[in-house]
Protein backbone atom coordinates (compact mmCIF):
# COMPACT_ATOMS: atom_id res chain seq x y z
CA UNK A 1 0.00 0.00 0.00
CA UNK A 2 1.12 3.66 -0.43
CA UNK A 3 1.10 6.63 1.45
CA UNK A 4 2.77 10.14 1.88
CA UNK A 5 3.44 11.60 4.93
CA UNK A 6 3.99 15.89 4.75
CA UNK A 7 5.38 17.17 8.02
CA UNK A 8 4.29 19.93 9.10
CA UNK A 9 0.66 20.78 8.66
CA UNK A 10 1.12 24.36 8.43
CA UNK A 11 4.43 26.79 7.57
CA UNK A 12 5.33 30.10 7.86
CA UNK A 13 8.17 32.34 6.10
CA UNK A 14 9.12 35.43 5.36
CA UNK A 15 8.97 37.05 1.80
CA UNK A 16 11.98 36.25 -0.54
CA UNK A 17 12.90 33.37 1.69
CA UNK A 18 13.80 29.99 1.52
CA UNK A 19 10.24 27.84 1.04
CA UNK A 20 10.75 23.68 2.23
CA UNK A 21 7.86 22.16 2.10
CA UNK A 22 8.32 17.90 3.22
CA UNK A 23 6.97 15.15 1.78
CA UNK A 24 7.96 11.23 2.47
CA UNK A 25 6.36 8.21 0.65
CA UNK A 26 5.95 5.12 1.30
CA UNK A 27 5.50 2.22 -1.89
CA UNK A 28 6.52 -1.28 -2.76
CA UNK A 29 7.21 -0.13 -6.09
CA UNK A 30 8.79 2.23 -8.15
CA UNK A 31 6.60 5.92 -7.32
CA UNK A 32 5.64 8.23 -9.49
CA UNK A 33 5.34 11.24 -7.34
CA UNK A 34 3.51 14.74 -7.38
CA UNK A 35 3.15 18.05 -6.11
CA UNK A 36 0.15 19.47 -6.71
CA UNK A 37 -1.58 23.43 -5.17
CA UNK A 38 -4.55 24.41 -4.06
CA UNK A 39 -5.83 27.92 -3.72
CA UNK A 40 -8.94 28.75 -1.73
CA UNK A 41 -12.16 27.40 -3.06
CA UNK A 42 -9.96 26.10 -6.19
CA UNK A 43 -9.26 22.69 -7.34
CA UNK A 44 -5.65 21.08 -7.43
CA UNK A 45 -3.05 22.86 -9.55
CA UNK A 46 -0.17 20.46 -10.89
CA UNK A 47 3.11 22.24 -10.03
CA UNK A 48 5.79 19.18 -10.92
CA UNK A 49 5.93 15.42 -11.12
CA UNK A 50 8.76 12.82 -10.65
CA UNK A 51 8.54 9.87 -13.35
CA UNK A 52 11.60 7.63 -13.02
CA UNK A 53 13.48 10.36 -15.25
CA UNK A 54 16.05 12.97 -13.70
CA UNK A 55 15.90 13.43 -9.74
CA UNK A 56 15.75 16.78 -9.63
CA UNK A 57 12.38 18.02 -10.84
CA UNK A 58 11.51 21.79 -11.88
CA UNK A 59 8.27 22.69 -11.76
CA UNK A 60 6.00 25.95 -11.98
CA UNK A 61 6.11 28.84 -10.49
CA UNK A 62 10.16 28.61 -9.21
CA UNK A 63 9.14 25.54 -7.33
CA UNK A 64 11.28 22.23 -7.64
CA UNK A 65 12.03 18.85 -6.10
CA UNK A 66 14.22 15.99 -5.51
CA UNK A 67 13.35 12.59 -5.21
CA UNK A 68 15.77 10.95 -2.67
CA UNK A 69 15.15 6.81 -2.84
CA UNK A 70 17.25 6.30 0.36
CA UNK A 71 15.31 8.89 2.32
CA UNK A 72 12.55 8.29 0.27
CA UNK A 73 11.42 11.82 0.55
CA UNK A 74 10.10 14.18 -2.32
CA UNK A 75 10.74 17.87 -0.52
CA UNK A 76 9.74 20.77 -2.49
CA UNK A 77 11.53 23.84 -2.67
CA UNK A 78 11.64 27.76 -3.75
CA UNK A 79 14.00 29.66 -3.55
CA UNK A 80 12.35 33.31 -2.92
CA UNK A 81 8.92 32.85 -1.47
CA UNK A 82 6.35 35.55 -3.06
CA UNK A 83 3.10 36.54 -1.52
CA UNK A 84 1.17 34.92 -3.97
CA UNK A 85 2.57 31.45 -2.91
CA UNK A 86 0.36 31.34 0.33
CA UNK A 87 -1.60 28.25 -0.61
CA UNK A 88 -2.37 24.56 0.60
CA UNK A 89 0.66 21.89 -1.04
CA UNK A 90 0.15 18.26 -1.50
CA UNK A 91 2.25 15.68 -2.15
CA UNK A 92 0.77 12.37 -3.53
CA UNK A 93 2.11 9.22 -4.97
CA UNK A 94 1.42 6.20 -7.18
CA UNK A 95 2.82 3.32 -8.34
CA UNK A 96 0.86 3.45 -11.94
CA UNK A 97 1.83 6.83 -12.88
CA UNK A 98 -1.44 8.59 -11.87
CA UNK A 99 -3.07 6.50 -14.06
CA UNK A 100 -5.44 4.57 -11.04
CA UNK A 101 -5.45 7.71 -8.92
CA UNK A 102 -3.28 9.38 -7.08
CA UNK A 103 -3.17 8.64 -2.63
CA UNK A 104 -2.60 12.68 -1.35
CA UNK A 105 -0.76 13.27 1.86
CA UNK A 106 -2.59 15.54 4.58
CA UNK A 107 -1.28 18.77 2.78
CA UNK A 108 0.80 21.87 4.63
CA UNK A 109 -0.43 24.87 4.34
CA UNK A 110 1.88 28.04 3.32
CA UNK A 111 1.96 30.81 5.12
CA UNK A 112 4.19 34.04 3.54
CA UNK A 113 4.78 36.45 6.40
CA UNK A 114 5.68 40.15 4.64
CA UNK B 1 -11.97 23.74 -24.10
CA UNK B 2 -11.95 25.62 -20.41
CA UNK B 3 -10.99 22.61 -17.96
CA UNK B 4 -13.20 20.36 -16.04
CA UNK B 5 -16.94 21.57 -14.82
CA UNK B 6 -18.70 20.90 -12.10
CA UNK B 7 -21.92 21.58 -11.19
CA UNK B 8 -23.08 22.61 -8.53
CA UNK B 9 -20.20 24.42 -6.99
CA UNK B 10 -22.11 24.27 -3.89
CA UNK B 11 -24.82 22.11 -2.17
CA UNK B 12 -26.70 22.29 0.84
CA UNK B 13 -29.00 20.01 1.30
CA UNK B 14 -30.93 18.04 4.72
CA UNK B 15 -29.95 14.70 5.99
CA UNK B 16 -31.51 11.82 4.44
CA UNK B 17 -31.74 13.68 0.83
CA UNK B 18 -30.04 12.74 -2.32
CA UNK B 19 -27.81 14.26 -4.24
CA UNK B 20 -26.28 14.32 -7.62
CA UNK B 21 -22.85 16.28 -8.38
CA UNK B 22 -22.17 16.35 -12.21
CA UNK B 23 -19.05 16.62 -13.55
CA UNK B 24 -17.70 17.36 -17.15
CA UNK B 25 -14.25 16.45 -18.36
CA UNK B 26 -11.85 17.77 -20.34
CA UNK B 27 -13.12 16.73 -23.86
CA UNK B 28 -10.24 14.42 -25.29
CA UNK B 29 -9.66 12.90 -21.68
CA UNK B 30 -10.87 8.92 -21.67
CA UNK B 31 -9.87 8.93 -17.41
CA UNK B 32 -12.22 10.70 -15.13
CA UNK B 33 -11.92 10.13 -11.38
CA UNK B 34 -13.59 11.16 -8.13
CA UNK B 35 -12.15 12.25 -4.56
CA UNK B 36 -13.61 13.53 -1.51
CA UNK B 37 -11.55 16.12 0.42
CA UNK B 38 -12.70 17.12 4.09
CA UNK B 39 -11.70 19.87 5.97
CA UNK B 40 -7.91 19.40 6.66
CA UNK B 41 -7.48 16.96 4.95
CA UNK B 42 -5.95 15.82 0.83
CA UNK B 43 -8.52 14.32 -1.42
CA UNK B 44 -9.44 10.87 -0.80
CA UNK B 45 -9.64 8.63 -4.34
CA UNK B 46 -12.83 7.48 -4.80
CA UNK B 47 -13.54 5.96 -7.69
CA UNK B 48 -12.58 6.05 -11.40
CA UNK B 49 -13.53 5.85 -14.93
CA UNK B 50 -11.98 4.47 -18.75
CA UNK B 51 -14.13 5.96 -21.13
CA UNK B 52 -18.12 4.27 -19.37
CA UNK B 53 -16.30 1.87 -18.13
CA UNK B 54 -15.67 1.99 -14.06
CA UNK B 55 -12.53 0.43 -13.21
CA UNK B 56 -12.32 0.92 -9.79
CA UNK B 57 -15.34 1.49 -7.05
CA UNK B 58 -14.23 -0.37 -3.99
CA UNK B 59 -13.48 2.53 -2.54
CA UNK B 60 -16.57 4.10 -2.50
CA UNK B 61 -17.32 5.20 0.95
CA UNK B 62 -20.24 3.19 1.56
CA UNK B 63 -23.15 1.38 -0.88
CA UNK B 64 -24.69 4.90 -0.66
CA UNK B 65 -22.02 6.52 -3.07
CA UNK B 66 -22.80 5.45 -6.64
CA UNK B 67 -20.96 7.06 -10.09
CA UNK B 68 -21.59 7.04 -13.14
CA UNK B 69 -20.39 7.73 -16.74
CA UNK B 70 -22.80 6.45 -19.37
CA UNK B 71 -21.30 7.87 -22.71
CA UNK B 72 -18.17 8.38 -21.66
CA UNK B 73 -18.40 11.77 -21.82
CA UNK B 74 -19.49 13.27 -18.06
CA UNK B 75 -19.94 11.64 -14.98
CA UNK B 76 -22.53 11.90 -12.09
CA UNK B 77 -21.86 10.79 -8.71
CA UNK B 78 -25.00 10.44 -6.20
CA UNK B 79 -25.07 10.28 -2.62
CA UNK B 80 -28.23 8.23 -1.28
CA UNK B 81 -29.32 9.28 2.24
CA UNK B 82 -27.05 11.80 2.69
CA UNK B 83 -25.25 11.81 6.84
CA UNK B 84 -23.37 14.96 8.33
CA UNK B 85 -20.56 13.08 7.93
CA UNK B 86 -20.80 13.40 3.80
CA UNK B 87 -19.81 17.17 3.88
CA UNK B 88 -17.07 17.71 2.20
CA UNK B 89 -15.54 18.88 -0.90
CA UNK B 90 -16.35 16.56 -4.17
CA UNK B 91 -13.59 17.13 -6.59
CA UNK B 92 -12.72 15.66 -10.22
CA UNK B 93 -10.37 14.98 -12.34
CA UNK B 94 -9.89 14.29 -15.83
CA UNK B 95 -6.98 12.96 -18.07
CA UNK B 96 -5.67 11.39 -21.36
CA UNK B 97 -3.68 8.33 -20.73
CA UNK B 98 -2.83 7.10 -23.41
CA UNK B 99 -1.07 10.52 -23.92
CA UNK B 100 -0.19 10.41 -20.38
CA UNK B 101 -0.83 13.63 -19.43
CA UNK B 102 -1.12 15.03 -15.80
CA UNK B 103 -4.96 14.86 -14.11
CA UNK B 104 -6.94 18.39 -14.45
CA UNK B 105 -9.02 18.91 -11.43
CA UNK B 106 -11.98 20.62 -11.16
CA UNK B 107 -13.07 23.34 -8.53
CA UNK B 108 -15.36 20.70 -6.72
CA UNK B 109 -18.66 20.76 -5.30
CA UNK B 110 -19.36 21.86 -2.02
CA UNK B 111 -21.62 19.44 0.02
CA UNK B 112 -22.61 20.87 3.37
CA UNK B 113 -25.25 18.48 4.87
CA UNK B 114 -27.53 19.66 7.69
Known amino acids: AQSVTQLGSHVSVSEGALVLLRCNYSSSVPPYLFWYVQYPNQGLQLLLK??????LVKGINGFEAEFKKSETSFHLTKPSAHMSDAAEYFC????????????FGKGTHLIIQP | DTGVSQDPRHKITKRGQNVTFRCDPI?????LYWYRQTLGQGPEFLTYFQNEAQLEKSRLLSDRFSAERPKGSFSTLEIQRTEQGDSAMYLCASSNVGGHTEAFFGQGTRLTVV
Open chain 1, 92 to 103: AVSDTGGADGLT
Open chain 1, 50 to 55: YTSAAT
Open chain 2, 27 to 31: SEHNR
